[in-house]
């Protein structure tokens, strides 16, 4: 048995044993699960020696220990001083450094927030019209096991879907976002995050490559890039957020500590290697993960309290910060600050917000993959990139004209380079 996990960021959400208890497993299942737990016990030690022997031992401590933090270098330039527009103050660019994020700022009015969120579900209500990007065989899974929500149905859908589009490739958020990553900027993602009555949150992670279910980064930034700014989110409200309704929640100064993004990498180069080095308790618990829980939420909180006990000091020292928003504000965060959101447990409303990630336009897309795999509750399953594109939001020249916010189809949206 571990002792029972404990840090000072495990305060709203509850410890992973407490996560697991509480699933309704049959017997079937619980059968099932001890029968493979078994089998890869009595496996384990020659498996374990075989690895050693030809130095392929898993080592999360060693992925974990401690560097020195870097500073995050802003390569930026515009400032609202100099350049008016949106851009950051030279103070806003100091405190994006520091903390990882930005204040909240206004993107839509509250009004023009809830019209968009009444256009967002009567696009889920009526099948996006057509136009989805996860495919058929990952829609039939999500289908089967009731996860065809705004989350899934809703990724991507800035390429099909002029509101979003907008949304996201506001000047409010480009102009932002070029104080930051410089003048070229691209929109490489949308996606929605929808908290429904009960909702337990989003746990604590960093990444620096949204590898997420593949083993492959979504996307490799130039070298000149810092690490934090391989991607930027822009996270805009569309229903007012409280730690009660499930606000973000930010690690303030964590983007320097790198250490929980480097678990994650070490853990997707080498999945097997990690399962087999795990106690017997962890084990049981990465098992039932695996195969009874669907969304990153259970995941990320394993490897959080895993990488916890390889690097104990991990995190204990900067209390973490709420963030509540008002509906058609937005905040912007490098996707390195360490980060969760709070949950939906009190109130009977479901809460929406639009999501979009950015980089430099520079940056190359899905290197090497047609196709990304994607967990289900129903298995893994692929859809493929070439649908995929990226939206500029800011050029040198100043800003991206609306007109050219265009559906992927016309040729002036860029294809994504290196794909
Ligand atoms: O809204 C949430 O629950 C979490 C959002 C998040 O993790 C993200 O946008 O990267």
Redesign the pocket.
């Known amino acids: 048995m571990n002792a029972p996990f404990t840090h000072p960021l495990v305060d709203v959400q509850p410890p992973i044993d407490a996560v697991v208890a509480g699933l309704d497993l049959d017997r079937r299942q619980r059968a099932r699960l001890r029968a493979l737990y078994h089998a890869i016990r009595a496996v384990r030690p020659a498996v374990l020696r075989w690895r050693e022997a030809r130095g392929r031992a898993f080592d999360l401590a060693a992925a974990v220990r401690e560097r020195p933090r870097q500073p995050l270098e802003i390569p930026g330039t515009r400032r609202r001083e100099t350049d008016g527009g949106h851009y950051l103050s030279r103070d806003e660019v100091a405190g994006f450094a520091r903390n990882g994020f930005t204040a909240p700022f206004e993107v839509i009015t509250a009004a023009e927030a809830r019209d968009l969120r009444e256009q967002v579900y009567a696009l889920h209500g009526s099948g996006w019209g057509g136009r989805t990007f996860l495919g058929p065989d990952i829609q039939r899974a999500l289908e089967q096991t009731g996860a065809w929500s705004v989350n899934n149905a809703g990724l991507y859908q800035a390429l099909a879907q002029p509101c979003i589009r907008e949304l996201h490739a506001s000047p409010r958020v480009g102009d932002r976002l070029a104080s930051l990553l410089g003048e070229e900027v691209v929109l490489w993602r949308t996606q929605f ?1 929808e908290k429904k009555p009960g909702a337990v ?2 746990f604590w ?1 960093q990444t620096s490559d949204f590898s997420e279910d593949s083993t492959q980064a979504a996307f490799e930034p130039p070298p000149a890039l810092p690490l934090a700014l391989g991607n930027l ?1 822009a ?1 805009i409200a569309l229903d007012d957020y409280t730690p009660e309704t ?1 606000c ?1 929640r930010f690690v303030p100064g964590s983007a320097a500590d790198d250490r929980l993004d480097a678990a994650m990498r070490a853990i997707q180069g080498d999945r097997t290697g990690f399962l087999f080095s795990l106690s017997d308790a962890e084990l049981l618990q990465a098992l039932t993960i695996r195969d009874y829980t669907t969304g990153l939420f259970a995941p990320l909180q394993f490897i959080f309290e895993v990488t916890c006990r390889a690097a104990p000091d991990l995190l204990r020292d900067t209390p973490p910060l709420d963030m509540p928003m008002r509906a058609g504000q937005g905040v912007i965060f490098t ?1 390195m600050c360490v ?1 969760g ?1 709070n949950g939906n447990q009190k109130t009977e409303r479901t809460y929406l ?1 639009s ?1 979009g990630r950015y980089t430099a336009a520079d940056t190359k897309m899905y290197v090497g993959q047609t196709e990304l795999p994607f967990r289900t509750g129903a298995g893994v399953f692929s859809f493929p990139t070439a649908p995929l594109a990226t939206i500029p939001v800011h050029a040198a020249q100043g800003q991206i004209p609306r007109a050219q916010a265009t559906p992927p189809d016309r040729p002036q949206l860029r294809r994504a380079a290196g794909v």
């Open positions: 995050f949150g989003s992670h989110t996270w499930g973000l996707s980060h959101a917000a999501v």
